[in-house]
DNA sequence: CGAAAAAGAGTAAACGTTTACGTAAACCGA
DNA sequence: TCGGTTTACGTAAACGTTTACTCTTTTTCG
């Protein structure tokens, strides 16, 4: 087995305390001597702290636990990503949940997480149920909210404001001179990225003149963010509406099935059509051409709600929530129209 | 603070061991009578076991730990999607840990996992140096590689045969009536999916009798596997050989890139040009035209390492390595030549 | 030089469990 | 009825640390 405090104590002819003192770097309670002794003990005997008995009696393991619901997504593993860097960079460890990989395990992983005694918690990305926040707040841990939020529950959160965001998406647009635009929505329903993009949506519309007064404005709406619903959704626009120059969609992935299914109806973009998507994903640059979109600051907001998470921490506070800065990237699927 | 076993023994008047058994499940040492007792104080009090304190006396944390290289990149993060699967429906937990994000801090990451007890370690597509294998060896857990593999040291690891699955996406070129093909390789320093690669590339052409005795086979060879190799090893392709129909990227991005810059070179994939991808990632259907490439089943090789991991847990013996299958995934950026 | 203060180091309790061992009560078959 | 077996449960040690409390030795300085 590996070799423990005790080992080393009885090899260097101390005893256990002045060898956890040594450990410890409290630089008080030893002489030098007997630290090169014990270093050297240590070292000939190859031993390393037990980390759960240090958490035993400390009541701190040093450990945070991550929920997101699909790490596979860009978006998610971007977020990953960021937290997972300044939580070791902080010396800490996380425990990634994948909440989605087999139904309904959010609660029993959250359940781990209080049993493995994780210090903090970052839920990202999904609706925030009720049992989620008791289980939650039950826990007696600080907990933040990345790219997602909730009203009714006061956790801290980190996350672009997605109507301004929306907003700005649609000005770009409208600026470069279109005024026939349609958006391509996540379910309305979703009241965290569905409604407020649309809102965003409209509100540009509205401001800048192009709402018209006997008709709704053009919002597609589906279920989720995906690709195939960008598909489903351009091919219902295509049908619908002809005299469309600029489509919005809510989300990258949105953006390039509506590319894709225009390619394969003879659509040129932006010749035809300009496109706006929204994230900033990787892919977003890779597309045929390389789409235009409002950026997220994906890897940021990981690492800006782990500092919060870190802070919550450490002062006992619950920290106030960060609206992060979205950006326009411009690349080639919009056109100016003269 | 949170309720412990004591406060359960007292609220319920019985010991802790009983309490102990209770929660174990051992079946034998209590009745049904204090069972019922012990489990409404724990109902009452909100009791759950620390698994910190359980891990200390059981030596076993049920935590694993896994190293991958950039989670954000898409095939790390199914391969990790695949791995937490099992792992937690097992029961454990992963501790992730992102070897890219801040330099070289694998050593450290391989530490602080000895430390905190994990009970094995799955380390996934980066070279494996002697230093690494020296520490997870010192840890004295199981280990398993996954989408990488070391000739070196005696690791389980899974993955798919490179150079089989390199050979099959060459030869689908050639069924498909290629005679004339390129490829864009990874380093072929790089042992474990770079030269496999092009050595799959040159067998199938040897054997199909496509390689002309006067020259070497047309490999353009970059340091990565990223879009911009991609581009700018197509880029070099395209000003050194005009005669080219199909082209073999070593993998999905790189055929990506190769797709953008031609469609900037106004070259038509499939019509003037094939492509073949290698992966299978989510991007390559939504590329325009959707990629041809050959897929790693990427989840369930991580859901596989994972099994593989926690069978050498039990047993106590090193497994056996696991070739995944790969498989021709037909789409439409290659063309039947007459 | 001697007393007080500081420094060095050890002892043992504690953290929250599990479990070997012990013991008393209940049960059981003849 | 009684010896023996089983069952129910408690006591206490152990896991590997940290740390409060000692005690002893050294240092400081009037």
């Given at each position: 087995m590996k070799p423990t405090i005790k080992d080393v104590a009885r090899h260097a002819n101390v005893s256990i305390?002045?060898?956890?003192?040594i450990l410890n770097q409290t630089s008080v309670g030893y002489s030098k001597k007997t630290e090169k002794l014990v270093m050297q003990a240590i070292e000939e005997l190859g031993y390393r702290p037990n980390a759960v008995a240090r958490g035993l009696i400390n009541n701190k393991t040093q450990t945070i636990g991550v929920l997101f619901p699909d790490v596979s997504g860009m978006l998610t593993s971007e977020l990953?990503?960021?937290?997972?860097?300044?939580?070791?960079?902080l010396g800490h460890s996380v425990i990634f949940c994948n909440t989605s990989s087999s139904g309904e395990k959010t609660l029993d992983y959250l359940q781990l997480l209080s049993e493995k005694r994780v210090e903090g918690i970052i839920f990202g990305s999904s609706f925030l149920t009720d049992a989620y926040y008791e289980a939650i707040a039950a826990m007696n841990v600080p907990a933040v909210l990345v790219s997602t939020k909730s009203q009714k529950h006061q956790l801290p959160y980190v996350k672009v404001d997605d109507k301004d965001a929306a907003y700005a998406a649609t000005a770009h647009l409208i600026k470069k001179g279109h005024r026939r635009i349609a958006m391509l929505s996540g379910n309305p329903a979703d009241i965290v990225a569905g409604k407020p993009r649309i809102d965003g949506f409209k509100e540009a519309l509205?401001?800048?003149?192009?709402?018209?007064?006997?008709?709704?404005?053009?919002?597609?709406?589906?279920?989720?963010?995906?690709?195939?619903?960008?598909?489903?959704?351009?091919?219902?626009?295509?049908?619908?509406?002809?005299?469309?120059?600029?489509?919005?969609?809510?989300?990258d992935e949105m953006a390039i099935g509506a590319m894709s299914t225009a390619y394969q109806m003879n659509i040129r973009?932006?010749?035809?059509?300009?496109?706006?998507?929204?994230?900033?994903?990787?892919?977003?640059?890779?597309?045929?051409?390389?789409l235009t979109t409002v950026e997220q600051p994906l890897r940021a907001m990981g690492r800006k709600a782990a500092e919060l998470l870190f802070e919550g921490m450490e002062t006992g506070a619950t920290g106030k929530s960060i609206i992060m800065p979205h950006r326009i990237i411009e690349r080639q699927s919009v056109k100016q129209l003269v």
């Open positions: 305390a002045t060898v956890s003192r990953l990503y960021g937290v997972e860097e300044v939580t070791h960079r509205l401001d800048f003149g192009l709402a018209r007064i006997d008709e709704e404005p053009l919002v597609f709406a589906g279920n989720g963010f995906s690709y195939e619903d960008g598909r489903d959704l351009f091919t219902r626009l295509i049908k619908a509406e002809s005299d469309v120059t600029a489509v919005f969609a809510a989300s973009v932006p010749d035809e059509l300009s496109i706006i998507g929204y994230d900033n994903l990787k892919i977003s640059e890779m597309a045929i051409p390389p």
